[in-house]
């Protein structure tokens, strides 16, 4: 079992920034490939990132190349996500999930925590 508590969401302007994190706890938890996604009102919930345990893969959704980046401490069991130059249409609850898997499809993760709210205002 793997259990998953993002944290750092919140208000912000547009071109601004926030830094999510996902703390993972769990016997499997050690070796798990970690994702983000989103999910905006009445929209279906969407890849963000990805990153394998070692962290030398990472992949983005096109929306966000360039401004996220993902990133992890497994010393800490923690996944960061850092998202600068935010827009309007970044607002979402973003989830993050773990599976054995780095790939882009909800199927592939195993594990989800609740989410943190991100807006962004205009």
């Known amino acids: 079992q793997v259990q998953l508590v993002e944290s750092g969401g919140g208000l912000v302007q547009a071109g601004g920034s926030l830094r999510l994190s996902c703390a993972a706890s769990?016997?499997?938890?050690?070796?798990?490939?970690v994702g983000w996604f989103r999910q905006a009102p009445g929209k279906e919930r969407e890849f963000v990132a990805t990153?394998?345990?070692?962290?030398?893969?990472?992949n983005y959704a096109d929306s966000v190349k360039g401004r996220f980046t993902i990133s992890r401490d497994n010393a800490k069991n923690t996944v960061y996500l850092q998202m600068n130059s935010l827009k309007p249409e970044d607002t979402a609850v973003y989830y993050c999930?773990?599976?054995?898997?780095?790939?882009?499809?909800?199927?592939?993760?195993?594990?989800w925590g609740r989410g943190t709210q991100v807006a962004v205002s205009s």
């Open positions: 769990g016997r499997t938890a050690v070796g798990a490939v």
């Open positions: 999930a773990a599976g054995w898997s780095a790939g882009r499809t909800r199927q592939e993760y195993n594990y």
């Open positions: 990153i394998t345990h070692s962290g030398s893969y990472t």
